[in-house]
């Protein structure tokens, strides 16, 4: 599987933005998904996932509310919008498969990554 994150970029605090991510490869219509993301001199950290229907998702307490994870499987993708922006959400953010019908926030239990879109909220 491989997968591709776009939409990152600058957005002033407060501000938009969606992340698409696309699955090719293979379908991954029967794993739950998810997003991680690491600021600077920091690890990576859990943000979303969802599981493979999307009827079921799961947050970081950092991003309720702001943060909403969606997939649309006919078109293998999972996308994260977030809204009301901060300057602590820079970040590079990745994009996961857990090889898994249910959602997870270990990192280790994704088997596949993308290779990270960068997210700068500042003014």
């Known amino acids: 599987v491989q997968l591709q994150a776009f939409g990152g970029g600058l957005v002033q605090p407060g501000g938009s933005l969606r992340l698409p991510c696309s699955a090719s490869?293979?379908?991954?219509?029967?794993?739950?998904m998810g997003w991680f993301r690491q600021a600077p001199g920091k690890g990576r950290e859990f943000v979303a996932a969802?599981?493979?229907?999307?009827?079921?998702?799961y947050y970081a307490d950092s991003v309720k509310g702001r943060f909403t994870i969606s997939r649309d499987n006919a078109k293998n993708t999972v996308y994260l919008q977030m809204n009301s922006l901060k300057p602590e959400d820079t970040a590079v953010y990745y994009c996961?498969?857990?090889?898994?019908?249910?959602?997870?926030?270990?990192?280790?239990?994704?088997?596949?990554w993308g290779q990270g879109t960068l997210v700068t909220v500042s003014s």
């Open positions: 996961a498969v857990r090889r898994s019908l249910v959602i997870g926030s270990s990192e280790d239990t994704y088997a596949y």
């Open positions: 490869g293979r379908t991954v219509t029967s794993y739950s």
């Open positions: 969802i599981n493979w229907s999307g009827s079921s998702t």
